[in-house]
């Protein structure tokens, strides 16, 4: 009898530890889940990650100029709407300040690439002969200190941000759920990340970069729903625009995978060799997988 009460008094504590680890709530539901289903009518479940180009033709319409839904979000943080984090754990990670946001959107100079004992370096202030030469083509000109410095006086107190139209990359954080008790296939999409292109001309980094992530269930809730600002751009019929809580539901959106949960925590890129291509062809075939899946739940 005690070894009995032992093992459930450890199931419980299990359970409980699952719980904090999904963000249950006390009915067991996923408490970032716009669509709600309870842990015990879910019969599968995987996380995944999407990546949406807005440049893409099929995306164009989340983008139409002025009303692009990365400034939608943008303007939302500004008027203080919702809530940005530093990474999709939204309430598990780091929360972020307006003004952290802002220095995320903040557009690097290029000044800031070399330090001013690398240019003494370059210009070699010693006297002696510039070490590199032209081997490198630098053109170091022949303006002084002074005209330096007055220059830099001159551009003192102006700011550059990336703005809506600058930041074409969006990614999904969803649950690919099936539900048992409905025997339905569910997309539950967890958060929107704002992703600075790495294809960006002003990005000097040249790499991918998180601005911040999103709780879905709030954009819906505050930003894209009843917004006129908010709008999929219907480009055959002005009558016809929808919200962006109605395109997101309808999944109107062109994507394609990028990661799949799994122990290593690799993009499908990673998984597959390291090359961009490949990652886009596995991308594909990862796709036909879920969907033979979900054909194939039918038979139990």
């Known amino acids: 009898m005690k070894k009995l009460g032992v093992s459930i008094l450890l199931l419980c504590l299990i359970g409980l530890d699952y719980a904090q680890t999904i963000s249950l709530d006390d009915k067991g539901i996923d408490k970032h889940s716009y669509k709600p289903v309870p842990e015990s009518h879910i019969m599968y479940k995987k996380m995944m990650w999407r990546m949406i180009d807005l440049r893409e033709k099929q995306n164009q319409p989340f983008f139409a100029q002025g009303k692009e839904v990365t400034q939608v979000i943008i303007d939302a943080v500004k008027a203080g709407l919702i809530q940005p984090w530093k ?22 100079s290029n000044e800031e690439l070399f330090s001013d004992e690398d240019l003494d370096f370059i210009n070699n202030d010693a006297g002696g002969d510039n070490p590199f030469g032209n081997e490198f083509g630098f053109d170091l000109g022949e303006e002084t200190n002074d005209e330096v410095e007055e220059e830099d006086k001159s ?57 911040a992530s999103f709780s879905y269930k709030e954009l819906i809730e505050k930003v894209f729903t009843n917004n006129p600002e908010a709008i999929y751009y219907n480009p055959y019929n002005d009558k016809e625009h929808k919200s962006l809580a109605d395109a997101f539901e309808l999944r109107l959106f062109s994507s394609y995978l990028t990661k799949i949960n ?30 033979e899946f979900e054909h194939n739940l039918w038979s139990f």
């Open 87 to 108: 990474n999709d754990s939204l309430s598990d990670g780091q929360p972020l300040t307006s003004e952290q946001f802002l220095q995320k959107l903040l557009i690097p």
């Open 262 to 291: 799994n122990p290593t925590n690799e993009t499908i890129t990673d998984i597959y060799g390291g090359d961009p291509g490949k990652g886009i062809q596995a991308s594909k075939l990862e796709e036909q997988r879920l969907l």
């Open 155 to 211: 551009n003192t107190g102006q700011v550059f941000y990336y703005e809506g139209k600058d930041l074409w990359q969006l990614e999904v954080k969803e649950n690919w759920i099936f539900d048992k008790q409905r025997s339905t296939t569910i997309f539950d999409i967890q958060a929107l990340t704002i992703v600075i292109p790495a294809d960006h001309p002003d990005n000097v980094k040249g790499i991918e970069e998180v601005v």
